[in-house]
């Protein structure tokens, strides 16, 4: 959009997620052909890492089979949780629950996905100087490198 600036931020590792008693959990990785005719939760169509996603299972030939789509990680992860079927979330966003243990996230071997993330500005408006230390600094931390 032309009033919009987009700063890169972060690369973002997708993995699969899946409800720790599913038969996947616990692998050391997973193709993505093993989700052919999987339950599969996705993200609504209009989202950008839905389409990215889709590309992957096209490549891999599989073909799972979406029974929920939803526009936001955590109601994703919600519907995972109670064992609706898997999904592929961006990594980082699953820690909390698969240290407690009400998520699996299970590496996805071939070629890795990444969603890659931004911060985005209103071209409109001016930030004051610490509103732009404060990007200099997230943007220059371990975490932010792009890939």
Request: with cysteine.
């Amino acid at each position: 959009h032309p009033r919009i600036r987009t700063i890169p931020f972060k690369d973002e590792r997708l993995v699969l997620v899946c409800h720790p008693g599913h038969p996947l959990a616990g692998r050391t990785g997973v193709r993505v052909k093993e989700l052919d005719r999987r339950e599969y939760i996705a993200f609504e169509p209009d989202i950008p890492t839905r389409s990215a996603v889709d590309k992957l299972l096209q490549r891999g030939r599989s073909h799972a089979h979406i029974v929920h789509a939803f526009d936001n990680i955590d109601t994703i992860k919600r519907a995972v949780e109670i064992d609706l079927g898997v999904s592929i979330l961006p990594e980082g966003t699953v820690l909390h629950e698969a240290r407690n243990k009400t998520l699996a996230r299970v590496p996805l071997l071939g070629s890795p996905l990444w969603r890659r993330t931004g911060i985005i500005l209103d071209k409109r408006r001016s930030l004051s100087w610490a509103a732009w230390a404060f990007i200099r600094w997230l943007t220059r931390s371990p975490d932010s490198r792009a890939r």
